[in-house]
């Protein structure tokens, strides 16, 4: 066995002993001891395989599987630029702390630098956005080697799964590989090869954190208050704890789709006008807010965070994302912590007080009061423009009629920019359902490989479906993320592509009051490409949606499929507009009544 051959089979085991059961691939040459390797461990049913022929798909996809099933999934690709369109998903990754293993192939030291072809380099190439980098020595014949190998990619599977107290995310190992790049008559290896007894990995990471006391420190014991809330923004992490906290507090959540904790009866879909109601939020300033994952779907939500650091006596606790990490881009917090604790419960001996004192509404029942009178109130504006004797098909009705259809233990992908934000407004609590979406770098880019990436692990773990609200962007900048090889496993995912001909969202944004001419050929991106041709192009099949109730019918079926549902820029932006408008009237109304 020749020494490339030799560390791709010895790796590959490796890595399944640690817990791999999803890899990616991209086709290339010098990747191929790695991609045989995993070929093989496919074949006898102990990883599964996906191929892809875009590597910047191949990427977004293992994101996607890796950020559903919670565990770290493998990427492969060959020497070059295969490497560089990682990059974005390495980025998104690191952001959002999904746990991934690049692997890329290289051409061996003595060849850089030389002109050698296909040949870049590729020390170190995504810098600070993984969490660890190696470079795996150029495999040869020698004592000892095998435990090298297993080492390494037990090292890089505890790093990326974050078991040694460190954050989630990304590692990089290097790959260089001399020829011969496939099995030969190489005499036979001068040592055994085999791995631990029993399937066991060679190194085993126990997680960090696990015992009473590591979890005791990280605990804040927070004084209760009545005037609190609980902002829950994207992310993974123990959503049901800060819902279980707020119940008990009586403060509201306000919970992002995405974040795990739109649920239980103190989540209020509306909060997003609530934040928007100034009238409203003079009446309703929290003394304390608890905030975990990364929120970040609208100003209001941010000048929220920003209490307090503007002077005001509000206490801002950020629940830290992993050890040294925390979101805060306000600079406001004033406590980090790994959990809350509450101390004083309301109802317990000695607390200060209790929530909904006699003959007044409790701090949570007048959010509850306004939330259900605003959005009352943008749904009667969205119920008058969807009754219209020429109603046209508009995207927040393309999002609420999707909601309604999910079934039961559905995935829902979020697309960024407005589909994430009308989901946001329109998304009632919902337990049985789960949300999920790229908001580390909140870029549009791999969103349908990314979304099947989900799929896959979703229906893996679940046997249910996935849905994506996506935008007609978002499809054209990861077209090749329909590009799945008849032999590969197929997603269930319904792509709902919401069609304005550009990017929607800036007609919301101060650039729409530029010059008309500028502002749509910089920023609107009108580009006239038919979604029925580009779905035809790749074989998936297509539906088009034209008037509003038709919507629940087309999502209906199984296997990757597009529904299409036009739009107009303008008019959506609008109907947006006084959509808030009535639910801000609504709410100042319901502030000035309590």
């Known amino acids: 066995m020749n020494p490339a051959t030799a560390f791709g089979m010895v790796f590959a085991d490796e890595l399944a002993r640690c817990g791999l059961r ?61 490497a560089a369109n990682f990059h974005p998903a390495v980025i998104e ?71 040694t107290g460190t954050f989630p995310g990304p590692v990089h190992v290097n790959l260089p590989f001399r020829d011969p790049l496939v099995p030969d008559d190489t005499d036979d290896w001068p040592e055994p090869l085999d791995g631990r ?19 005791a420190a990280g605990v804040l014991a927070l004084p209760w208050t009545e005037r609190g809330v609980v902002v829950c923004g994207d992310g993974d ?32 879909p509306g909060y997003q006008y609530l934040l928007a109601s100034e009238a409203f939020m003079a009446a309703h300033r929290p003394l304390v807010i608890v905030s975990a994952g ?58 200060p007080g209790a929530p909904g004192a006699p003959g007044a509404p409790s701090w949570l029942e007048r959010w509850r009061r306004a939330d259900s009178a605003a959005r009352r109130a943008a749904d009667a504006v969205l119920d008058r423009a969807m009754s219209g004797a020429e109603s046209a098909l508009t995207e927040p009705q393309v999002a609420r009629e999707l909601l ?34 790229s908001r580390g770098a909140s870029g549009i880019d791999g969103t349908a490989s990314t979304a099947g990436g989900a799929a896959l692990a979703h229906a893996a773990a679940s046997g249910a479906p996935a849905f994506a609200l996506i935008g007609d962007l978002a499809l054209l ?27 929607g969202i800036f007609s919301a944004l101060e650039q729409a009051g530029a010059d008309r001419g500028m502002f749509e050929r910089m920023f609107g991106t009108p580009h006239g490409a038919s979604v029925e041709l580009l779905a035809a192009a790749f ?14 019918k087309a999502v209906t079926g199984t296997g990757l499929r597009i529904v299409e549902a036009r739009t107009d820029r303008g008019a959506n932006a609008d109907l947006r507009a006084r959509m808030r408008a009535a639910a801000i009237r609504a709410a100042q109304t319901a502030a000035s009544g309590q």
């Open 539 to 552: 074989g998936v099949p297509y539906a088009l949606v034209e008037h509003p109730g038709e919507l629940a």
């Open 93 to 163: 990754a690191g952001e959002s702390g999904v746990p991934l293993l690049v692997l890329t192939a290289d051409r061996p030291p003595e060849l850089r630098d030389t002109g050698a072809n296909q040949t870049v380099d590729q020390v170190k190439l995504y810098g600070a956005a993984v969490r660890w980098y190696a470079e795996a020595e150029v495999p040869h014949p020698r004592q000892g080697a095998a435990g090298y190998w297993r080492s390494l990619a037990c090292q890089a599977w505890a790093l990326a799964a974050g078991d």
């Open 197 to 215: 007894p029993g399937g066991a990995p060679w190194t085993r990471a126990a997680r960090a954190g696990g015992s009473a006391r590591a979890v």
């Open 477 to 503: 900048h990861d077209a090749a993320g329909l590009a799945i090889g008849p032999g590969e496993p197929r997603p269930d995912l319904c792509l709902v592509v919401v069609n304005n001909d550009g990017g």
């Open 404 to 437: 309604a259809a999910l079934p039961e233990q559905a995935l829902l992908w979020a697309g960024n920019s407005l589909s994430v934000r009308d989901i946001d407004l329109l998304m009632p609590p919902r337990a049985d359902v789960r949300v999920l979406a």
């Open 294 to 351: 990364r929120p970040g779907l609208s100003r209001p939500q941010s000048a929220l965070l920003a209490l307090a650091g503007a002077g005001e006596p509000v206490r801002h606790v950020v629940v830290a994302q992993g050890p040294g990490r925390w979101a805060d881009p306000q600079r406001a917090a004033t406590d980090v912590t790994a959990s809350v604790r509450l101390a004083g419960v309301p109802g317990v001996p000695g607390a």
């Open 237 to 268: 992490y123990d959503a049901a704890a800060l819902v279980e906290l707020a119940e008990r507090a009586g403060w509201p959540v306000l919970a992002e789709p995405s974040s795990g904790a739109r649920r239980g009866p103190n989540a209020l």
């Open 22 to 82: 999803e890899a990616v691939a991209a086709p290339g040459s010098r990747s191929t001891p790695m991609a045989m390797a995993l070929h093989e461990l496919d074949r006898a049913g102990r990883v599964r395989l996906h191929v892809r022929i875009d590597e910047r798909s191949a990427s977004f996809t293992a994101l996607g599987l890796a950020k559903a099933s919670r565990r770290p999934a493998a990427v492969l690709c060959t020497s070059g630029t295969a």
